[in-house]
């Protein structure tokens, strides 16, 4: 394969992975190919940490393979899991647009592949493209709507079952 064809799979890659993310629902085939021009790719390897807990990244990540778990250290350092991330899901966006430190870490399961938008590259759109801007915001903002609405009825369900049981669990 030529230095050509190489550069043009890479920015095909790009773009499918835009398209077929939860990033790309709302994106026109052109809006695809300016978010695939900024997109990264990285992998990680069973067992190792895409991110750490108390860390600040001004990343977003989507999970393109594998499986990756949400830890938390619990006080007596042992990691306890939360969650299962699985391909397609979007992670770290509350640090992508607060800057805060990340609440939880995020392990690989298995071998993954994510691809990620750094906030430094992403605001360079805003002027380029504010309708793309406006468009991965608002994905971001459902995707943790979605969270929210999950936590909150796994909330009503553990207090549901504990008021029923007289607090015994």
Known sequence: MSEQ???EYA???AKSL???SPLGIELSDQQCTTLGEIIKVAGIKAGDFLLQEGEVDNSLYVLASGRLE???MDQGGTYVSLHVLQPGDMTGELGFVDGMPHSAGLRAITDCEVFLVHRVDFDKLVTKDPDLVFKVMRSIVRTVHKILCN???QHT????YINRQHGRY
């Open 5 to 7: 064809e190489t550069v």
């Open 11 to 13: 920015d095909f890659v």
């Open 18 to 20: 835009a398209k077929n």
């Open 70 to 72: 949400v830890v938390k």
């Open 151 to 153: 936590m909150n009825f």
């Open 157 to 160: 369900q553990l207090t549901d």
